[in-house]
Nanobody
Framework: QVQLVESGGGLVQAGGSLRLSCAAS??????LGWFRQAPGKERELAAA???????YYADSVKGRFTISRDNVKNTVYLQMNSLEPGDTAVYYC?????????????????WGQGTQVTVSS
C-alpha cells in the first residue's frame, strides 16, 4: 500500500514562510496535490502539479505558494510565502494516477495523514 508521508508544518507568524514536503513510498502518480481544511470549512485544493510540471493554484494562494515535484525522489513540495492567518489549516498531500489535473477530491486515491499549519497574526 502506498504511503504519503508529510513534513514541514508548524507555527509561523503572518508574513512568514513554511515549506511542506510529501514523499510517496512507491508508485507513479500523474498528479500530486496539496489540499487543506480549515476548522469549520470544507477541504479544498490549494495547489496541484502534474508529472510534466503543469501547476494549478487556488486563487487564494496564487503568487504566494509554489508547488513543485521531484519525480526521481517521488516527492512533492509546497513552498508557502507571505503566509496569512487565513492559511491556517491542516494540509493534506494527495496523489492520483488519473489523467489530467483534477480539483476533485474523489479522483485522489492516496492521502497523507495531514500536517498542521498555523499562522498567527
Amino acid at each position: 500500500q502506498v504511503q504519503l508521508v508529510e513534513s514541514g508544518g508548524g507555527l509561523v507568524q503572518a508574513g512568514g514562510s513554511l515549506r511542506l514536503s510529501c514523499a510517496a513510498s512507491s508508485g507513479t502518480f500523474s498528479t500530486l496535490g496539496w489540499f487543506r481544511q480549515a476548522p469549520g470549512k470544507e477541504r479544498e485544493l490549494a495547489a496541484a502539479v502534474t508529472w510534466s510540471g503543469t501547476a494549478y493554484y487556488a486563487d487564494s494562494v496564487k503568487g504566494r505558494f509554489t508547488i513543485s515535484r521531484d519525480n526521481v525522489k517521488n516527492t512533492v513540495y509546497l513552498q508557502m510565502n507571505s503566509l496569512e492567518p487565513g492559511d491556517t489549516a491542516v494540509y493534506y498531500c494527495a496523489a492520483t494516477r488519473g489523467v489530467g489535473l483534477s480539483r476533485d477530491q474523489q479522483v485522489y486515491a492516496d492521502w497523507g495523514q495531514g500536517t498542521q499549519v498555523t499562522v498567527s497574526s
